[in-house]
């Protein structure tokens, strides 16, 4: 034992035990419940034939639901790059009173059940609703019920999603760079534009996929402000589910396997252009 | 400290008020007033009301089945994850970043999609359908069939908080317990277990209200018979379908409550966390 340990390279450490029985474990957890159904997912849709798919997808429905998606959860996502950066940037930077309530009440899309979410959203934005009634009167816009209504549940779900990938790298960064910056003349607005923003961007980014990929395939939320017409403010979880009920089982899985390669791809993108971004920067 | 000049990289005080008024302006309309419309609601008829909607069978019932799914659900992504965590964090093998990206992938996956998965395989047209129905064997519109939805929609909570903390804290703990002679099971339990025990309870929480609080995956699976399919989240939307609206709202200001103790919770957790790691280090 002491010969052993006087020779002592890291190769006579005792590997940890128990390699075996944990991936064991892991791998059948992770392909009965995740990757046997994504199998099905993949395989469902061919039953139809790749023309019968093609057909199935060509629907004008399909489209506006996908288009729908996709295109609501990409606007209230660029909403929240701001509004997440500004929730952000006062809990690191700021020290008010309420500083650690605000804190508090980022993560409440997170813990709120979508259901819950969605008839209280309704409420407020109904146009007799707190804010549905002022924004009807004063502008004449009807938010609930309308596509604008489905970007305002999908701002709601993906706000923490920017705030809490913003935040760790914001308090990381630290003053430097600004101080650095204003102490070579730069104005306050080219340092936050020049210094602050280019930093946060990768942060940004990570944000916004997180808050896409969840906006895309939202449904508690949306489903009751919705409105839920056909080709209007119909999304395409939505379609998904009607197809079920029309027992079109094949068609569903076309449109729920389009809607997962669609956001894997712009995941994806988004991947490729934050490296680029990174590498940009060193 | 107090005579030196405002840092040049400070902003002016109002400058600092606006951007702190703009955040407390945003989190108020964006943030506190769905919640506070959610109570608002609940009581608009009076607590009697609210209460009757919430004792009434159905709903009950609902609670009951949420309850019990819940019960099921947690301690299968709890184990599966408390493995995985372990096997990626302490051991070596090929394939890992793969495994770690099918991990996290059910939170990219839209919850109608983690549904629509178990009737392609369970459903009366899906693959096993036929056997199933032939042996009189129920899945979807049934208790499995809610409780294999929530798995999936659930199923990276526990891994997800877990992993990182055990692969910050390295292997060095565990191989010296293991060079001096304790098993695997020891050494989770004495070594591995209580260095992470916040970051797990917090992530049991997190699984647990998102449980809980499920929706659209369970909807796909659930059939909606009221009394015995319905879950809580279920059971809202139910009655809000019913222009039941003070019944829906007081149901669904129960798992508000829920999403708010839960809240308050990981935040102490947290910092029971933070406290448990300054002080080892």
């Given at each position: 034992m002491s010969a052993t340990l006087a020779?002592?390279?890291?190769?006579?450490?005792?590997?940890?035990?128990?390699?075996?029985?944990?991936?064991?474990?892991?791998?059948?957890?992770?392909?009965?419940?995740?990757?046997?159904?994504?199998a099905a997912l993949a395989i469902k849709p061919w039953e139809l034939g790749v023309a019968g798919v093609v057909q199935s997808l060509a629907d004008p429905r399909v489209a506006a639901a996908l288009g729908l998606s996709f295109g609501a959860a990409f606007v209230a996502t660029l909403v929240n790059l701001p509004l997440g950066l500004l929730l952000a940037w006062a809990?690191?930077?700021?020290?008010?009173?309420?500083?650690?309530?605000?804190d508090g009440t980022i993560d409440l899309p997170f813990a709120l059940p979508t259901a819950v979410a969605g008839i209280a959203l309704t409420a407020l934005l109904a146009p007799n609703g707190w804010l549905g009634a002022p924004l009807m009167a004063v502008f004449g816009w009807q938010v609930a019920y309308t596509q604008a209504g489905i970007v305002a549940a999908l701002v709601f779900v993906g706000l923490p999603f920017i705030v809490r990938t913003v935040e760790p790298v914001l308090r990381d960064m630290g003053r430097d760079a600004e101080e650095a910056a204003a102490t070579l003349g730069a104005t306050r607005p080219q340092a936050l534009g020049r210094v602050v923003l280019p930093a946060l961007a990768p942060a940004l980014?990570?944000?916004?996929?997180?808050?896409?990929?969840?906006?895309?395939?939202e449904y508690g939320s949306v489903i009751f402000i919705a409105g839920n017409m056909p080709m209007a403010t119909e999304i395409a979880p939505l379609l998904i589910v009607i197809r079920l009920e029309q027992f079109d089982y094949a068609g569903a899985a076309a449109v729920g396997l389009a809607m997962l390669l669609l956001s894997f791809a712009i995941l994806l993108a988004l991947n490729l252009l934050q490296r680029a971004l990174r590498r940009g920067r060193r | 400290m107090s005579a030196r000049f405002r840092p040049a990289h400070a902003d002016a005080p109002w400058a600092t008020l606006l951007?702190?008024?703009?955040?407390?302006?945003?989190?108020?309309?964006?943030?506190?007033?769905?919640?506070?419309?959610?109570f608002v609601e609940a009581l608009r008829r009076g607590l009697p009301v609210a209460m009757a909607a919430i004792v009434e069978e159905d709903s009950l019932a609902a609670m009951r089945l949420t309850l019990l799914v819940a019960a099921i659900?947690?301690?299968?992504?709890?184990?599966?994850?408390?493995a995985a965590a372990w096997a990626v964090a302490k051991c070596e093998f090929p394939g890992k970043r793969l495994l770690v990206t099918l991990i996290e992938l059910p939170f990219s996956v839209s919850p109608v999609i983690a549904g629509l998965v178990f009737v392609l395989i369970f459903g009366a047209q899906g693959w096993f359908g036929g056997w199933l129905q032939a042996h009189d064997i129920q899945v979807i519109f049934a208790l499995p069939g809610l409780v294999l939805a929530t798995l999936f929609v659930t199923f990276p909570f526990v891994a997800r908080t877990v992993m990182p903390l055990m692969q910050e804290q390295g292997r060095d703990e565990e191989e010296a317990a293991a060079t001096l002679g304790a098993s695997g099971f020891q050494t989770f339990w004495r070594v591995t277990l209580p260095n992470v025990k916040w970051a797990l309870l917090a992530g049991v929480l997190l699984c647990n209200a998102r449980a809980m609080g499920e929706f659209g995956a369970v909807s796909v699976v659930s059939g909606h018979i009221r009394g015995e399919t319905n879950t809580m989240p279920l059971h809202v939307e139910i009655l809000y379908n019913e222009y039941q609206f003070a019944g829906a709202f007081a149901v669904a200001a129960l798992l508000a409550l829920l999403g708010l103790i839960t809240l308050a919770a990981k935040t102490m957790l947290e910092r029971a966390g933070r406290r448990h790691s300054r002080s080892a280090t």
């Open positions: 020779s002592g390279g890291p190769s006579h450490v005792a590997p940890v035990p128990g390699l075996g029985l944990t991936l064991g474990m892991t791998l059948a957890w992770v392909g009965l419940i995740v990757v046997i159904p994504l809990i690191v930077r700021l020290d008010f009173p309420g500083r650690r309530a605000l980014l990570t944000g916004f996929g997180l808050a896409f990929a969840r906006s895309v395939g | 951007v702190a008024g703009a955040a407390v302006l945003v989190a108020i309309l964006l943030l506190a007033l769905p919640l506070a419309a959610v659900t947690v301690p299968v992504n709890l184990v599966g994850g408390v």
